[in-house]
Structure formats: C-alpha cells, structure tokens
C-alpha cells in the first residue's frame, strides 16, 4: 500500500487557534457580556501588558500594522515634500507609510548577513528633506540598530522600528519595538503575535508622541465633544485585543518552539542552502524562517511535488512595483536586494508541525539538491 | 426604571448569542480572518439590501468615506460641500484626502438645507456629502438634480442610516458612492468597528478592492500604495447575523418614534421636528429640541433615563476647523439647534412602559 502522502501547509493558523480556543472564546464572550466594543477595557489591558512585554512605557493599540506606520509618522510630523529612509526588500507598507503621508520613500540597500538595512550606506541616503529612518527587522531577525540609532542621533532624525515581523525579537537585550522612537507593529494572522483578523500596535516611551496617538487613533477627540485635529478611526478592536492578550500569554512558549524548529531545519540544511543565522547580541524569532537557495522556482515545484507548500518574501522589491514606478529606480539599483529576490525562499515554520512534516520539509530540500 | 442609552446588553438573547459564538467558533476552525467568505457574503448581501452592484466591506464607517473620496480622486485643492452638525469624522474624512470642507447650514429636521447648497459651490467644488444625519435621509432629488447640474459628484454619508430610505429608495443608493458605519450604535453594526462602501461605478469599485488592501493585485504585486482597511472577518460574522434583524429593528425604532412622538406633541417646550411622509427614517438617534435643556438633562439623569446630546458642538466651531476661518454666526440654525437638542433613548429594545415612562418624566420635568 501506498504511503499516505504527507502535506505540509505553509501555515497552520486552525491548529495553532485550537489549542487556545476556550481561553479565546472566554474571552471574546467576556466582550460580548459587557457591550463595551469601542476602546473597551481589554484595549487598555493589552496595552499594558504589550508595553510591559516590549519594555516600553506606552504602548497604543491601531487597527492594523500599516495604520501603526501611518500614524506614527504623522505623528513625528511626516507630510508632503519629506523623505522616509527604509529598506526595499520589506512589505510594500514599510514604503506605503510614507507615501501615503504624501512623502517620498528612500530606500537603502540591505546586508546579504541579515537582509536588513545595511548602515554603512545609510548616511549616504540622507538629505535635509529626511524625517525618518525606518529600518525593518525583517523576519524576525532585528536590524543592526546601534549604528542606526547613532547615525539618527548625529542628524537629529527619529527613527521608527518596522517591528511589523518582530514581536518578541531583542538586539543586545533590548526587545525589538523599545529601540527606536517608537516601534510599529502588526498583528495580522500571520504574525507570532496575532489576531484573529486585522490589528496593530505602536510601542514608545516618547509621553507626547503617546497623548497624541490615542487621539489620532479616535477621530483626534479630546473628549466625547471636542475634536482637537482632523483625524481617522484606526482603533484597535476590543474583541481582538482580549483575543490578543490572550495569545501574548504563550507567545514567548510558542516563540521557543519555532526556535527549536529553526534549530533543527538549519542542522539539517546547512550544507544544501544558506540558512539564517543570528547575528551577535541578536534573538531572532524566525516569523519567516528564510533560506538563500541556487535555482529557488525549480526547489519550490519540487517541494510542491512533495507536498511542502514554500513561499517567497518577496518576488517583487518594493522599488521595482508598479506602484513606485514615478520614483525611477532600475531593478538593479539596490544590488542586494536585486540579488537577493531571487534566492530567498520561506519554508513553513510552526511549532505544530509533526516530526513526520519537520522531516518532509528537510528531506524534501536536501532531495532537491541530490543530497 | 432605568432606561439606558445604550441597548448593547439587550442586543441578542442568551441562545443567539452562543449561535453567533458558533459562527465565531467555526472561523477560527477554518482559519480564514483576512477577507474570508463571511467577508464576501456580508458584501454581496450589503449590495442586494441597497440595490446597489457593489459593496465593498472597511475597517470603518471613516475609512468608508474616506477610500470613498478617494476612488474620485478628491485630493488637494478640492473642495468637498457638507453639512456642519454631523459626527467629526464626516469633515475629518475630507481633510483627510487634504481636501477642504465647505460646511452649509442645516433645516429643521437637522439635515443639510439643500436650498443653500447651489450658493455653497464654488470653481474647486467636486462633491456634495450629504449626510444622513441621525438616520434621516435628507432631500435626496434636490440634491442629485443640484449635482448633475453642476456636474459635481455625490457621496452619501450613510453612516448612520442603514435601513433608511427616501420615496423607497435605501439610503445609499442615489449618490455615486456611499459609506456605511458599522459601529455599535449604528441600525447595521458588529461587535466592534466596521464599514461599507457600496457604488454602482466597476472601476470605482475594482479600485477600492484594491486600495484597501495594500493595492495588491495578487500576493506578490502592488499596482498602486494602498492602504490596509479590510472589514475584519470577524465582524462580517457579526454584521451578517444583524443583516437578518436590521429591517425589523428599524421597524421598532419608528414605532418607538412615533410613540415619542405623540406624547410628547403638546409640550410646549418640546419641539418635535416635521416628519415627512415620503422618508423612511432609521432614527438611529431620536432627536428634539427642549427648553432649559441642561436642567432637564439633570433631571432625565436622576429619574434614570440617559439621555445625550448630539453634538453641542457643530464642527465650524472645533478647534480642528480654526484653520477653515468659520466664525459664530455662520450657521445660525445649527448653531441654535446645538443649544437645545436632546437625544432620547430611541433603540429598538426599550418596552412600551420604557417609552411611557421617559414621556412622563419630560412631561413631569415641564409641570414641576
């Protein structure tokens, strides 16, 4: 008889929702008893613990990662006729922030060792019109921030954390999202932390950034009657943010073990492709576990054939979208980047994988490359 | 008797609410919370109940409105005509596009006086909001007719109003575009924030799909910078059980109206706006205007009736607007109404003794 076929989803997001399901569902049906859906207590009692968790002395629940970027750069007082640095191998809203701030995003080119923001060519990218740096610490591994912050602090620039895929992560003790000005983050679905939909959080201990924050988030409301500046609606769900303090919970048991597995993928695949490694000082928590493969569209049909569902972060940089065509950049003008969208590849990586799966998803690469 | 302005609690029985827990149950099983299908048969639902050919669901009912503007390519250097007594977020929306609100004065149903829009428009004018304040569909025919005389677009402000309709047609229907709030004291609401827009126009709608969601056309491709404003799964689970309910609580809330309406009619101190008959209103707020309303605000508060105001404040004269340059005086009407109105519990769970009993207090605060 045949073997019974193994599948390897690239997510899992039902298995890991089940083993937490009555506490969520206690907590959601704790929202529903009270009827306090807009800005309910659980709102603020995310933020708290949030806040304890990053380190920080605020933390304000948004509506989703992007609008965390948004506001925080509105907030630092981005607009029209500015510039926001940030790197171009990232999600496409690590740029949009500020274009839709009516800025220009800048990009800096990343390091082949971390694939982020490589500060030697930082400087080289600042003008008098910059008002952020944002560096992204990409797939849960923080950028190099030391020399970021420093070069931010000699040009008297504030620079924002896209801590969007890092929840958890630390440089040199420090969490991800405490380093920076303020660190922005989402808690989409597929995040270590998440919702259960849509949701975000912005992490300061700048007072005066935090006080204007929960207004920009509620209309620019000072109180129920007075608006103090025109602003949107980008708060933070009272049902997810009970469903999020919730996950915040396990979150660090469920970090160990995707570390666990990352530990086990590289053992097993070092001498096939080039795995991450963490850099000194640095506690990556593998969001994305991602590989620098030869001939990757050719590993990806294998490992499909074999029922292990890869994926790509990303195809496309953001400066070669058809969105950021009126920028002018040519593929090649970050030649990491460039070089690098070809070969990344992000293998599936949750602590729910079966020792039968975590054995498809090595074999599977290893055979690819007849090894 | 306590009457709360806030009927949250009253919403679902025990058994409805563990079946909508049920739906909730069966989502996390699937899995799917980013755009999932309780997300699509909300909007394909949403679009039928309007009679519209496209719903698209948002973050929030100012998200609606504001991708609304958008897909029109409103932006700087336009100016947006709207009325000033409404929520915040119906100028905020326009500023937010970094258009400009040109506000107009309100009638006595507190809805925007079409008669001075034509005057209101301006060389930069590109789109008249009205809004649907408090539930009421405002003169719909007017107001088209003054458009597409002057070939301006319409955005109905349908925030509060699903269930509306004027001579038959659902509130949101006659504009080029509308949004809808889902907020929780909204006719149409979930368990948290949510928000609609519907439109007839493909290419506006197909934009909207995009922009809402990063401008991606796939996973891996963005055609424009778009933002994040999807309608959280989630709560198109909620909002597809209220969409069952919704005709039947507005139903309710006129009946209460009505109820209110006549019992309060020969208190002098009391004005009770017209209500023509060719309107269908939500009254998402029942509201009237009352004489030594602060006092009687006190008094409501100590006989337990919670009674609001909506809002003291028009927008000409926030802090926000300084830079508009509106003084005192623009508005006289809705500066006049924004002394004396009240906003009575009006929802659709208060029992007949509940209504009674709010007539006799008023009743009982004008004797004393």
């Known amino acids: ?371 | 008797m306590r009457i709360p302005y806030n009927y949250l609690d009253r919403q679902f029985g025990p058994a409805e609410t563990e079946s909508i827990l049920d739906d909730l149950r069966a989502l996390v099983r699937t899995g799917e919370f980013t755009i999932g299908p309780p997300v699509l048969e909300f909007e394909r639902r949403l679009g039928a109940m309007i009679g519209v050919k496209h719903a698209i669901g948002t973050n929030t009912g100012t998200d609606a409105l504001i991708l609304a503007l958008k897909a029109l390519s409103i932006g700087p250097g336009d100016e947006v005509i709207t009325q000033v007594n409404t929520f915040y977020a119906t100028a905020g929306a326009i500023v937010a596009v970094g258009a400009r609100p040109v506000f107009v004065d309100v009638d006595d149903q507190y809805g925007i006086d079409a008669r001075l829009i034509e005057a209101a428009i301006t060389p930069r004018t590109k789109v008249i909001l009205p809004v649907h304040w408090a539930g009421l569909p405002p003169d719909m025919p007017a107001i088209m007719d003054c458009a597409r005389r002057r070939g301006l677009y319409v955005v109905e402000d349908a925030c509060p109003a699903t269930g509306a309709a004027y001579a038959g047609k659902a509130a949101g229907s006659f504009g080029d575009l509308a949004a809808f709030s889902m907020h929780p004291l909204k006719p149409l609401h979930v368990w948290g924030d949510g928000g609609a827009i519907v439109t007839d126009d493909d290419r506006a709608a197909r934009w909207l799909r995009l922009y809402r969601n990063h401008g991606m056309v796939n996973r891996d491709e963005i055609e424009m910078w778009g933002v994040n404003q999807r309608l959280q799964t989630l709560q198109a689970v909620v909002a597809n059980r209220v969409l069952d309910r919704v005709e039947g609580w507005v139903d309710r809330r006129i009946e209460i109206a009505g109820c209110l309406d006549r019992g309060l009619a020969d208190v002098p101190q009391v004005r009770v706006p017209p209500r023509p008959p060719e309107r269908r209103n939500a009254f998402q707020l029942y509201i009237v205007r009352c004489e030594r309303r602060e006092e009687l605000l006190k008094y409501l508060a100590t006989q337990d009736v919670e009674a609001k105001v909506h809002y003291p404040i028009p927008l000409h004269l926030q802090p926000a607007a300084r830079a508009l340059g509106y003084k005192r005086g623009d508005f006289p009407v809705a500066e006049a109404q924004a002394e004396d109105i009240v906003t009575l519990p009006g929802h659709q769970f208060l029992t007949d003794a509940e209504v009674d009993y709010m007539i006799d207090r008023v009743r009982r605060f004008y004797r004393r």
Not at chain 1, 12 to 28: G, Q
Not at chain 1, 59 to 75: F, Q, Y
């Open chain 1, 1 to 371: 008889m045949e073997p019974t076929a193994i599948r390897v989803p690239y997510v899992a997001l039902p298995l890991r929702a089940a083993r937490v399901k009555r506490e969520l569902m206690a907590a959601i049906e704790k929202v529903v008893d009270h009827g306090v859906y807009i800005l309910g207590p659980e709102v603020g009692d995310f933020e708290r613990c949030f806040a304890r968790y990053c380190g920080t002395r605020y933390a304000v629940g948004v509506g989703d990662g992007t609008s965390a970027l948004i506001l925080t750069l509105k907030g630092l007082g981005v607009g029209p006729g500015d510039e926001v640095i940030t790197a171009p191998n990232s999600f496409v809203a690590s740029a949009s922030s500020a274009a839709l701030l009516g800025a220009t995003p800048r990009f800096v080119d990343v390091r082949r060792e971390d694939m982020n923001m490589d500060p030697a060519l930082l400087e080289g990218a600042i003008s008098p019109r910059t008002k952020a740096i944002v560096p992204v610490h990409l797939a849960g591994h923080p950028a190099d921030m030391e020399p970021i912050l420093k070069i931010g602090e000699r040009y008297g620039i504030p620079v924002v954390e896209d801590a969007a895929q890092a929840v958890g992560t630390t440089y040199h003790g420090k969490r991800a999202g405490s380093l920076g000005r303020a660190g922005c983050f989402s808690l989409h679905p597929l995040k270590n932390l998440h919702a259960l939909g849509d949701a975000g959080v912005i992490a300061t201990d700048d007072e005066g950034l935090y006080q204007w924050l929960l207004k920009a988030r509620n209309h620019g409301l000072r109180s129920r009657d007075e608006v103090e500046f025109w602003s949107p609606n980008s708060r933070l769900d009272t049902l997810q943010a009970a469903v999020l303090s919730v996950m915040l919970e396990h979150l660090d048991g469920w970090i160990r073990e995707r570390r666990e597995l990352a530990e086990q993928f590289k053992a097993g695949l070092r001498d096939v492709v080039r795995v991450p490694d963490e850099a000194p000082g640095c506690f990556h928590t593998y969001q994305t576990f991602v590989v620098l493969a030869e001939r990757r569209n050719a590993l990806i049909d294998h490992l499909r054939e074999r029922g292990v569902d890869a994926k790509v972060h990303y195809p496309l940089a953001i400066h070669m979208q058809p969105a950021a065509r009126s920028l002018g950049h040519r593929p090649d003008a970050f030649p990491v980047t460039y070089e690098l969208a070809d070969r990344v590849l992000s293998l599936p990586i949750y602590g729910e994988m079966t020792p039968e799966q975590r054995a498809a998803v090595i074999d599977g690469v290893r055979s690819f490359y007849g090894a």
